[in-house]
């Protein structure tokens, strides 16, 4: 409606110009018919500056303009301030991210690094029931009788359950043609479990991911005590072992020495403190804390 009203304005100033008719509609509608005309001339005039084709050397920036341009100043300022927070909040990122990178294992676990709080929930379970059960072979060490049941079931490969049965239905119900789900059970030896378990947690225990695992100091104490114990094992299972084997008995007092040593660098307590007197969970823990 404004609009139309300031075309009848502009029609009547041009269209019929220095006539009593159009000056009285221009007093009719509330306009000066001198400043009108002035105010037409000067619009004329901006529009056709705005049409030309050449275009004018000297621009003037206008109020719109101007406020525009700030405007773009103000966003590209806000974008400036978010890419520098985002920046410092990364960088930051890396900095807390740093020493837990510094404790991976390097591959421990199949191309995963494992941290030495998640090793430690993982293997101290398996860690611990192996090293007891293994202190309880003393006695029967010392009388040389390579017969003796614990003995023979500490490397027996179907003496312990290393990893339950675990049903194979879904929801409750079995799908399988012969409706067997109740799943298979893996069993090994003793000492079969406590090699693997002690190897992965020694793995753990590195500054960077540089460093081969051979040159870890508890993988290298692992490895000894493996040994000793490994000569031990090629004398026990024989068709008949000797009842009073000294070799045996001299595998097993150096590996107990260097058992020490091994559970001093995992950070588990030593064979004399009284702590493996008891049976452990060898399930995956909640938490890295020794108990």
């Known amino acids: 409606r404004v609009i139309r009203h300031h075309l009848q304005i502009v029609v009547v100033a041009f269209v019929v110009p220095n ?3 159009s000056e009285h509609y221009l007093r009719v509608r509330g306009c000066n018919p001198k400043m009108m005309k002035f105010t037409v001339f000067l619009s004329v005039l901006t529009l056709g500056q705005g049409f030309t084709i050449a275009p004018s050397k000297i621009a003037t920036p206008t109020p719109t303009t101007a406020l525009f341009s700030q405007q773009l100043n103000e966003i590209d300022s806000r974008r400036a301030f978010f890419t520098a927070s985002s920046a410092a909040l990364g960088l930051m990122g890396l900095v807390v991210a740093a020493p837990e ?5 390097g591959g421990a676990t199949a191309g995963k690094y494992t941290t030495i709080p998640i090793a430690k929930r993982r293997y101290y379970g398996r860690v611990q029931q192996a090293v007891h059960e293994f202190l309880l072979l003393g006695p029967a060490v010392v009388k040389g ?4 049941p614990l003995i023979q079931i500490f490397f027996d490969i179907n003496g312990v359950v290393v990893v339950p049965a675990k049903r194979k239905d879904i929801n409750g119900s079995c799908t399988k043609k012969d409706q067997n789900c109740k799943g298979k059970e893996i069993r090994d030896s003793r000492w079969n479990d406590m090699k693997a378990s002690m190897y992965l947690l020694s793995n753990a225990f590195r500054i960077n991911q540089t460093k081969a695992p051979d040159n870890l100091p508890s993988v290298r104490a692992g490895k000894a005590f493996f040994k000793e114990i490994d000569e031990m094992e090629k004398l026990i299972k024989v068709k008949k072992p000797k009842t009073f084997d000294k070799a045996a ?3 097993y007092a150096a590996a ?7 559970l001093d660098l995992v950070e588990l307590p030593p064979t004399e403190s009284g702590h493996y007197d008891k049976e452990f969970d060898t399930l995956v823990e909640k938490s890295a804390r020794i108990t």
């Open 101 to 105: 990178e510094a404790l991976a294992s």
């Open 145 to 148: 009788d390579m017969n003796d």
């Open 256 to 262: 107990l020495d260097i058992l020490d040593t091994y």
């Open 249 to 251: 008995i001299g595998h």
């Open 19 to 21: 006539t009593t008719i």
